[in-house]
């Protein structure tokens, strides 16, 4: 039976009647969004004027505008001239022995760790994550096991269903799409997070190709999804105006960790809540961080430390 709070129902209803349990799911990862976006807000509202500083972004000018618009690249020669030290030095983690019992298995460890950081490219993306710390100040990264699949036809014409990718996978996170624990200071020790949530923007085609099966489909309700248009559609979820309302979906990741659980929601719709499927039962993100801010989550970065300098320079010149 539908749980509905409002006497006017939202559309999806028509198509989509959660249970209690499954209404309790959608209501707690819309509201722990909006929890955790309220708590970043102290640091999100310059994230825009960071990526701008380090673009050289030059404000446009009216026809009748005789003023100079000029922005020295300081930020951005700084923050590449680190990067290139960063990148030059082998940062790929290493197991080390605690004793002479665990070198057997060091070697081990080792070698599996080498083998899928190759396969996954993963120095492309400790690139991009140092450079989102360099500017922003921190850095998401997600590693995950990854199936990327695709259906392909074969000389009969028979469709058939392959992998691109089958291994384990580290992505860059971008800061806008990731909200964590308002609580937290890191993804360790005491003051850990202990739940986090990922926004993917999916276009609608991937989304029913990645979302079918009975591992990522269990509940059989990822074909009720609609692609992001008619707001009355929805709910508890509005579509951002960015998102193509014809093509997209927005999915939501919500990893809790004390109630070892993942649930995923799209548009409205829950699709998954199970437990974490990772056997290690942890957060499956990384952070880094430029310069930490004692007692808080998101660190500082050199877009920030040179925002008086950059004005400077700029004023001077134009």
Same mark, same amino acid.
């Given at each position: ?60 000018? %009216?026809? &009748? @505008? ?11 020669? =700084?923050? $590449?001239?680190?990067? +290139? ?78 992998? %691109?990718? &089958? @291994? ?11 909200? =964590?624990? $308002?609580?937290?200071? +890191? ?80 548009? &409205? ?50």
């Amino acid at each position: 039976m539908a749980v509905t709070p409002n006497k006017k129902e939202p559309s999806i209803r028509k198509v989509y009647n959660p249970n209690k349990k499954e209404y309790g799911y959608l209501k707690h990862v819309y509201q722990r969004k909006e929890e955790m976006a309220d708590a970043r807000a102290a640091f999100d509202k310059d994230w825009d004027k960071w990526q701008k500083q380090w673009d050289g972004y030059r404000q446009p000018r %009216e026809v &009748d @505008d005789w003023k100079s618009n000029i922005n020295v690249p300081m930020s951005s020669s =700084v923050i $590449e001239s680190q990067l +290139s030290e960063l990148i030059g030095q082998d940062l790929i983690p290493w197991t080390l022995p605690r004793g002479v019992e665990d070198e057997p298995k060091s070697q081990v460890m080792n070698a599996i760790l080498q083998y899928t950081w190759d396969v996954a490219k993963s120095n492309v993306a400790l690139v991009e994550m140092i450079k989102d710390a360099l500017i922003f100040g921190t850095a998401i990264g997600m590693e995950y096991y990854w199936k990327e699949p695709r259906t392909i036809k074969t000389k009969n014409n028979k469709e058939e269903k392959i992998f %691109e990718y &089958d @291994d384990c996978y580290l992505m860059p996170i971008r800061l806008y799409d990731f909200y =964590v624990d $308002e609580r937290a200071r +890191s993804f360790s020790g005491p003051y850990g997070a202990k739940d986090a949530i990922w926004r993917n923007i999916m276009d609608y085609n991937d989304f029913r190709t990645f979302f079918n099966g009975k591992v990522w489909n269990p509940f059989g309700n990822a074909e009720l999804v609609k692609p992001g248009g008619d707001t009355n559609y929805y709910e508890f979820y509005k579509p951002p105006e960015r998102i193509d309302h014809d093509h997209e979906v927005e999915v939501l990741w919500y990893w809790n960790k004390p109630d070892d659980l993942l649930i995923i929601v799209a548009n &409205d719709v829950v699709i998954r809540a199970e437990a974490n499927p990772y056997r290690h039962k942890q957060l499956p993100f990384v952070r880094m961080v430029d310069v930490p801010r004692p007692y808080q989550f998101y660190g500082k970065g050199e877009c920030e430390l040179l925002e008086s300098l950059q004005e400077e320079t700029n004023t001077l010149r134009r």
